[in-house]
């Protein structure tokens, strides 16, 4: 079966498949964008950070259904977060996305785990290294952006909004592995815009700048 973007308007002439991913991280990580570039195809040089929480929707194809992944983008302010733990047990799964330039945020991944774990031990994790394209500035090294999601058996890419690495392949890897929890029919790959991308299990977690 494959994944194909599709119109909203197309959407009740097929079964529907309701998919929530809760995006979280710390202030500055790029959570607005690298939602953004996955919805809109866009990348934003505002540096306003989030507030309060917002949702957003992508319709895909994947055989006679329709997937529909609602994500929520969350502010990293601790004054939210209390706002962000209500959304831990309405989403099947999470990413929790931090700046590989910045060490902290990355220092930060292990505590949102534990917080989500309190709420949603069931959620199903993928951890991204975000901005990528900033190698020369790096402060985390890909190597324990892999030794952390393998600890916690989470799905891992290293991504870029800006420069557009990973961001479809790293959501829709997500998506591949809730539905597979669905025991839907599933295939090793799947399409996007005549793309074809490998799923979660072989050499993903390899794919960086």
Known sequence: MNFNKSKRS?????????????????????????????IEDKFSSSNLASVGFDSNIKVLNYGNKKIIVQ?????????YKSITQNLFKRVQGI????????????ESVEKWINIIEEENKKIIYEIAGNKCDLNDSREVDINEGKKLSQKYKAIFFETSAKMNINII???????????????????????????????????SSEKCC
């Open 169 to 203: 392949e790293s959501i829709n890897n997500l998506v591949k592995k809730i539905l597979d929890n669905l025991d839907l029919e599933t295939n090793p790959t799947f399409t996007i815009d005549n793309r074809s991308y490998e799923i979660i299990g072989k050499s």
């Open 10 to 38: 197309d959407v009740n002439n097929y079964e529907k498949i309701i998919i929530k991913i809760l995006i979280v991280g710390e202030i500055g990580v790029g959570k607005s964008n690298f939602i953004y570039r996955y």
């Open 71 to 79: 994500l929520w983008d969350t502010a990293g302010q601790s004054l």
């Open 95 to 106: 990413i929790v996305l931090y700046d590989i330039t910045n060490i902290k945020s990355f």
